[in-house]
């Protein structure tokens, strides 16, 4: 079984801090997905990456940035957070299929 | 870049009945159309797909069907059970592209009643 851990269910942090979300799978996939998920906004992917040191912004990466300087290990950083980052983040693998496998996720509030 | 329609956002259905939840996309360039279910606490999953050179697929009491000409596609949940209660996602790509990535729409919560 796949399997996607992130490092938080729950993570409170003041404005203004530097925040870092880890995500780990251990299926050797190739690539990784960084998501957040807001009441009537759905899924909107803020970053991606393909292979490691590799990324790829998606449709909301402002205020984000991303590293992956291990294969399995895709970590979302926000640089100085802000209330309006309160969210659920999922992280997602895929490798060669379409079926993304994706994380419990962490859900920041930003106060 | 896609755009992924999902209606209707919120469905409430009685155990037994059946949910018909639908989507649209913009880009005619999408082919692979899948359907991920996310339950109370959990990430989403998924739980059926469809590539654009197939009009209906089934997997025991859930369908998909898609119109390309429409740019259309649903997912029907027969004999609803309570279990069935989540959200779901469509969502829309282009299968054979570099990067795997998925465009989904914004989720509908399905409450089956007992």
């Known amino acids: 079984d796949v399997k996607v851990t992130q490092s938080s269910r729950y993570l409170v942090k003041r404005t203004g801090e530097k925040v870092f979300l880890e995500c780990v799978q251990d299926?050797?996939?190739?690539?990784m997905f960084w998501y957040r998920q807001d009441p009537g906004l759905g899924l909107r992917l803020i970053y991606f990456?393909?292979?490691?040191?590799?990324?790829e912004k998606g449709d909301i990466p402002e205020g984000y940035s991303v590293s992956r300087e291990k294969k399995e290990r895709f970590s979302l950083i926000l640089e100085s957070a802000s209330t309006n980052q309160t969210s659920m983040y999922l992280c997602a693998s895929t490798q060669g299929s379409y079926e993304q496998y994706f994380g419990p996720g962490t859900r920041l509030t930003v106060t | 870049g896609e755009n992924v329609e999902q209606h209707p956002s919120t469905l409430s259905v009685q155990e037994g009945d059946s949910a018909v939840i639908k989507c649209t996309y913009s880009?005619?360039?999408?082919?692979?159309f899948p359907w991920y279910k996310q339950e109370l606490g959990k990430g989403p999953q998924l739980i059926i797909d469809i590539r654009s050179n197939v009009g209906e697929k089934k997997d025991q009491r859930i369908a998909v069907t898609l119109n390309k000409t429409a740019k259309h596609f649903s997912l029907h949940i027969t004999e609803t059970q309570p279990e069935d209660s989540a959200v779901y996602f469509c969502?829309?790509?282009?299968?054979?592209?570099?990067?795997?990535?998925?465009?989904f729409g914004k989720g509908t919560l399905l409450t089956v009643n007992p």
């Open positions: 969502a829309a790509s282009i299968f054979g592209g570099s990067n795997y990535k998925l465009t």
């Open positions: 880009d005619s360039a999408s082919n692979y």
């Open positions: 990456s393909y292979d490691v040191k590799m990324k």
């Open positions: 299926m050797d996939h190739e690539n």
